[in-house]
C-alpha cells in the first residue's frame, strides 16, 4: 500500500515570495491533516479536512495560508507571502474518519521550507 | 492551556537499557487516545504504539510498552533494550473524540540519544 506522498521535499524562497505544497493521501483515507513543525518543536495542525469539507482551521494564519481539498483527494497549501517564520516542515497526514480514539494519522515525509 | 506536556528536552541512555520518556496530558474527555511516534532524523513519522482511555492493560509493542498511569494522566513510553537506532525524536499526542471529529494533538518532544 502507498504511503502519505509530498512534494516537493524541499524548498527555499525569499520572504515575500508565495509557495505551495502538495499532498497525495493513502487511497480511501477521508481525513486529511496540514501540519506544521518548527525546528524543535512538535507538529501543530494547521488544518484539517473531511472529505473536501475543513474540519479544523482554528489555527491557519489566514491572512497568508490557504489550503484546499478538490475532489475529496489530493491537497495542497499555499503560503502568500511568505515570512520568515514560516521556515518550518509541512507535514501532511491521512486517516480513516477519527471517529475512534485509536484512529492512527499516517504522515508522508515532510516538505522542508526554508525562508530566507 | 498544553493538553500533552513532555518536559524532557533530551535524555540519553547507553545502549542495552532501558529509557523511560515522559508524558503528562490534560483532558476532560472521558473517551480518548494516546499514541506516540518516533521521528528520526530523516523526518517521517512513525507509529510505535497506542493506548486508549478505556483500556484495562498497559499497552506493549515488541522493546516498546506505555505505562499509563489514568489518575496521574500520564502515558510514558518505556523502551526496553535501548539500540543504537532508536536515536530520535519521541513524541507524544493525543486524540478526543469528545465533539464528534478529533484532532490529534502532539507534546513538543523529546529526543533520544543512544550511545554505544
Known amino acids: 500500500e502507498a504511503g502519505v506522498a509530498q512534494s516537493p521535499r524541499y524548498k527555499i524562497i525569499e520572504k515575500r515570495q508565495s509557495v505551495a505544497f502538495w499532498c497525495n493521501p493513502i487511497?480511501?483515507?477521508?481525513?486529511l491533516y496540514w501540519y506544521q513543525q518548527i525546528l524543535g518543536q512538535g507538529p501543530k495542525l494547521l488544518i484539517q479536512f473531511q472529505n473536501n469539507g475543513v474540519v479544523d482551521d482554528s489555527q491557519l494564519p489566514k491572512d497568508r495560508f490557504s489550503a484546499e481539498r478538490l475532489k475529496g483527494v489530493d491537497s495542497t497549501l499555499k503560503i502568500q507571502p511568505a515570512k520568515l517564520e514560516d521556515s518550518a516542515v509541512y507535514l501532511c497526514?491521512?486517516?480513516?474518519?477519527?471517529?475512534?480514539?485509536?484512529?492512527?494519522?499516517?504522515f508522508g515525509q515532510g516538505t522542508r521550507l526554508t525562508v530566507v | 492551556a498544553q493538553k500533552i506536556t513532555q518536559t524532557q528536552p533530551g535524555m540519553f541512555v547507553q545502549e542495552k537499557e532501558a529509557v523511560t520518556l515522559d508524558c503528562t496530558y490534560d483532558t476532560s474527555d472521558p473517551s480518548y487516545g494516546l499514541f506516540w511516534y518516533k521521528q528520526p532524523s530523516s523526518g517521517e513519522m512513525i507509529f510505535l504504539i497506542y493506548q486508549g482511555s478505556y483500556d484495562q492493560q498497559n499497552a506493549t509493542e515488541g522493546r516498546y510498552s506505555l505505562n499509563f498511569q489514568k489518575a496521574r494522566k500520564s502515558a510514558n513510553l518505556v523502551i526496553s533494550a535501548s539500540q543504537l537506532g532508536d536515536s530520535a525524536m519521541y513524541f507524544c499526542a493525543m486524540r478526543e473524540t469528545g465533539s464528534g471529529y478529533s484532532t490529534l494533538t502532539f507534546g513538543k518532544g523529546t529526543m533520544l540519544l543512544v550511545s554505544p
Open positions: 487511497s480511501g483515507h477521508a481525513t
Open positions: 497526514a491521512s486517516s480513516a474518519p477519527p471517529r475512534q480514539t485509536n484512529t492512527e494519522a499516517f
